[in-house]
């Protein structure tokens, strides 16, 4: 598994709160929820490695 880091994010009260009910109905942690929406994001973005994967894919040299 990756490493870990922490990560100090400032954010709206509104969204803050939103994602934390988000994270409840899907009995995750505000964290894991953050992760799994970040990692959704870039998956669709198609920025994201496989599941699992924890980043972005390295850039190809051309």
């Given at each position: 598994?990756?490493?870990?880091?922490?990560?100090?994010?400032?954010?709206?009260?509104?969204?803050?709160?939103?994602?934390?009910?988000?994270?409840?109905?899907?009995?995750?942690?505000?964290?894991?929820?953050?992760e799994?929406?970040?990692?959704?994001?870039?998956?669709?973005?198609?920025?994201?490695?496989?599941?699992?994967?924890?980043?972005?894919?390295?850039r190809?040299?051309?």
């Amino acid at each position: 598994m990756a490493e870990r880091k922490p990560f100090l994010l400032r954010i709206d009260d509104r969204i803050l709160e939103q994602v934390k009910r988000w994270a409840d109905d899907d009995l995750r942690s505000l964290n894991a929820q953050i992760e799994f929406l970040l990692r959704d994001s870039l998956q669709r973005a198609g920025r994201g490695k496989e599941p699992g994967g924890g980043g972005p894919p390295a850039r190809k040299n051309k």
